[in-house]
T-cell receptor, first 114, second 112 residues
Framework: DSGVTQTPKHLITATGQRVTLRCSPRSGDLSVYWYQQSLDQGLQFLIQ???????AKGNILERFSAQQFPDLHSELNLSSLELGDSALYFCASSVRAGGDNEQFFGPGTRLTVL | DAKTTQPPSMDCAEGRAANLPCNHSTISGNEYVYWYRQIHSQGPQYIIH???NNETNEMASLIITEDRKSSTLILPHATLRDTAVYYCIVRRRRDRDDKIIFGKGTRLHILP
């Protein structure tokens, strides 16, 4: 158990819908990262927040958005869902931003778009 | 594009040392080498990281060449539970624009 929690574990929805994925970082961690893992694309970095501020952006679609709240939990919002958005979504946290500290990953949310 | 190159798969006998190579020939002086592993569809698990020197922890050892263009992750006594996909990544030290790139990793099979 990494200490990072993600809800829900599974989510099934239809094309065109909007969903929100939630992540609670480890106690004391200020940085949160979101990743998407689909079968054909591997693990793709989406976005990073540090203490509420966006710090890095990866291959995140415009239909997706995220934020980190004052209590440091984060949400990833996915809208106008397409079949290709079906994937595992992981959240990770670390104490600081920057590449000199390790990330701890949550168990993931499996999103299925029908 | 991934900044690291790893063999797609490797086999190792149970109880032997597993040596997983990684090429990162374009690494810059302020980039760390990290290793993670992913068992089935679980969240990736941090293993070890280093900048210049070799590192060891309770899970593994990391050997970085002097020119820093490649590294090797060593699992000293592999068990069946070490069967996983192992990812080698490089990360900038800076705390902004740290766009982390995971490649396809190495699928390690531990053979009984």
């Amino acid at each position: 158990d990494s200490g990072v929690t993600q809800t829900p574990k599974h989510l099934i929805t239809a094309t065109g819908q909007r969903v929100t994925l939630r992540c609670s970082p480890r106690s004391g961690d200020l940085s949160v990262y979101w990743y998407q893992q689909s079968l054909d694309q591997g693990l793709q970095f989406l976005i990073q927040y540090y203490n509420g501020e966006e710090r890095a952006k990866g291959n995140i679609l415009e239909r997706f958005s995220a934020q980190q709240f004052p209590d440091l939990h984060s949400e990833l919002n996915l809208s106008s869902l397409e079949l290709g958005d079906s994937a595992l979504y992981f959240c990770a946290s670390s104490v600081r931003a920057g590449g000199d500290n390790e990330q701890f990953f949550g168990p993931g949310t499996r999103l299925t778009v029908l | 594009d991934a900044k690291t190159t790893q063999p797609p798969s490797m086999d190792c006998a149970e109880g032997r040392a597993a040596n997983l190579p990684c090429n990162h020939s374009t690494i810059s002086g302020n980039e760390y080498v990290y290793w993670y592993r992913q068992i089935h569809s679980q969240g990736p698990q941090y293993i070890i990281h280093g900048l210049k020197n070799n590192e060891t922890n309770e899970m593994a050892s990391l050997i970085i060449t002097e020119d820093r263009k490649s590294s090797t992750l060593i699992l000293p006594h592999a068990t069946l539970r070490d069967t996983a996909v192992y990812y080698c990544i490089v990360r900038r030290r800076r705390d902004r624009d740290d766009k982390i790139i995971f490649g396809k990793g190495t699928r390690l099979h531990i053979l009984p």
